[in-house]
């Protein structure tokens, strides 16, 4: 909020000035800069005025106004992230020691890879608390967080950035995905039933997903994928030359990625009364 004193004031010593409630009601004169000089909390004016006597004591001249929060607190990595939340991240600040005369109503926070010049909003709504746990942070890379406050009259400026942290996540109780049965190369007749079985395990459960030549199956008429407990199947119903190629199975959880591969070969049917 910008007040603007003059009438009584001689131009020569009119002041343009910034205003906004300070908790502790002391008086904080900020920058002087020509004829501007800003303030928090209280009305000033300068001592040279020509007509001070005409001016309201400091006392009764008290105006309540809002502006933007001072900077939060510098960040920091809470210690002690649970076992049985393998993946969270928790990041702590302080308030900011000013609100800026409304009440704090959420923090923006920021992260950035050390080193890079980008900062990415850590999440869509701003925070309520001045606390935030984090996941999808890629292990074993150093981050810097920073962090900004609102209130109904806008937002601050940054606070003061972490300390380049990096970001270990505990990995008990997840566990990368691996076969223990794994595909094997098949040769079949034209027409014939031809069925693939795996075996898996991965906490937490993996997604399995097949492919043939790249592109996934999905059951329909002449196929069908099942995935049960630790276990997945492809069968063909009548295999035909179309399906020759490579068959391909792959499991997926948020601690990594496994694939195995084998060839399906077709062949003629048989004669009647062949071999």
């Not at 502790?24 to 909390?41: R, Y």
Request: aromatic fraction near 6%; hydrophobic fraction near 30%; charge should be negative.
């Amino acid at each position: 909020m910008a007040l603007t004193m003059g009438g009584f004031l001689d131009s020569s010593v009119v002041r343009e000035l910034t205003l906004g409630e300070t908790k502790s009601g002391q008086w904080a004169l900020g920058k002087e800069n020509g004829n501007k000089e800003t303030c928090q909390g209280k009305l000033c004016l300068p001592t040279h005025a020509n007509d001070i006597h005409s001016i309201q004591s400091p006392e009764r001249s008290l105006i309540n106004v809002k502006v933007p929060p001072a900077p939060p607190g510098k960040p920091s990595l809470a210690p002690g992230t649970p076992q049985n939340q393998p993946d969270l991240v928790t990041i702590r600040w302080e308030p900011p020691i000013n609100d800026g005369g409304a009440p704090v109503t959420g923090y923006l926070v920021e992260h950035k890879r050390t080193g890079s010049p980008h900062w990415v909003r850590a999440t869509p709504k701003l925070v309520t608390k001045p606390e935030l746990t984090l996941s999808g942070l890629e292990p074993g890379w150093r981050y810097q967080f920073r962090v900004s406050a609102e209130n109904s009259a806008g937002m601050s400026e940054p606070g003061e950035l972490s300390e380049p942290l990096t970001v270990t996540l505990y990995r008990s109780g997840v566990s990368v995905p691996h076969f223990m049965l794994e595909l094997k190369d098949t040769t079949a007749l034209e027409n014939e039933k031809v069925e693939f079985l795996v075996a898996f395990r991965g906490h937490p459960t993996p997604k399995v997903s097949w492919y043939k030549d790249g592109f996934e199956i999905f059951s329909n008429r002449r196929m069908r994928v099942v995935t049960e407990e630790e276990q997945s199947s492809l069968v063909i119903f009548q295999a035909s030359f179309t399906d020759e190629g490579e068959i391909k199975c792959t499991a997926t959880n948020r601690a990594g990625h496994s694939i195995t591969k084998a060839k399906l070969k077709l062949e003629g049917e048989r004669g009647e009364g062949g071999e």
